[in-house]
């Protein structure tokens, strides 16, 4: 164990719909003779069994308050180690924690996703490369709005009453001042494929270290 590498810990955020997740998967189809795992900041939702479920709708799921961070961490930390972790499921009918959980066996690269991963030191402080994927506001609402009827079954007048009530706000006061912290921003996302190939060069190089 101890002449192991230490596994590459990527951090990839951005706006709800700002093309995160895809820039994430083009990273992992990069490197298919390598163990890569995604993680995703979402998992991390804090348990609310303790409420009622009318206090759990009134959550603010772009706070970060939201987010058992401290859970993330721990279990980066343990994955550093090379030592599996039980990565919780968030139940979006209940608004909380669900019983079930996935068994993660620790990888060589990690790839941590989520809107608020620059905003927390200890996570930040956890990743070899830091990416911010900043998408034009308009694109990420049309995104948004597809995404959540399609997958979700939400109504458009939910989904833009949410949008405008606390996404768009947590949005400007949480995620985009955490681009300053990010080691690699891309304009549109995967579609950037400058950017992109830029970014598994420099996976490759660390990989190959």
């Known amino acids: ?39 995703e900041h979402d998992s991390y939702y804090k348990d609310q069994s303790d409420i009622s479920l009318e206090e759990r709708l009134k959550t603010n799921y772009d706070h970060p308050f939201a987010f058992d961070t401290d859970l993330l961490v721990e279990h980066l930390k343990k994955m550093l ?30 790839i941590l996703e989520g809107i608020l991963i620059l905003e927390d030191k200890r996570l930040r402080e956890l990743m070899d490369i830091k990416i911010f994927v900043d998408t034009d506001d308009d694109v990420r609402i049309i995104r948004r709005i597809k995404r959540d009827m399609q997958e979700r079954g939400r109504s458009l007048d939910s989904v833009i009453e949410q949008y405008l009530g606390s996404v768009k706000p947590a949005y400007h006061q949480f995620i985009e001042p955490t681009k300053r912290y990010a080691d690699v921003i891309i304009p549109e996302g995967v579609s950037n494929r400058v950017a992109i190939d830029l970014i598994n060069t420099k996976v490759g190089s660390i990989l190959k270290d």
Do not use: W
């Not at 596994?7 to 163990?35: E, L, M, Q, Y």
């Not at 180690?81 to 990888?107: A, F």
């Open 1 to 39: 164990m101890s002449n192991r590498k230490k596994p590459i810990i990527i951090g990839v955020t951005g706006g709800s719909g700002s093309g995160k997740t895809s820039v994430s998967r083009a990273i992992c189809t990069n490197f298919p003779n390598h163990s890569i795992a995604m993680i």
């Open 81 to 110: 180690r090379y030592e599996p972790i039980e990565i919780p499921i968030y139940d979006y009918v209940n608004h909380t924690r669900s019983e079930k959980v996935i068994h993660q066996l620790p990888q060589e690269v990690i």
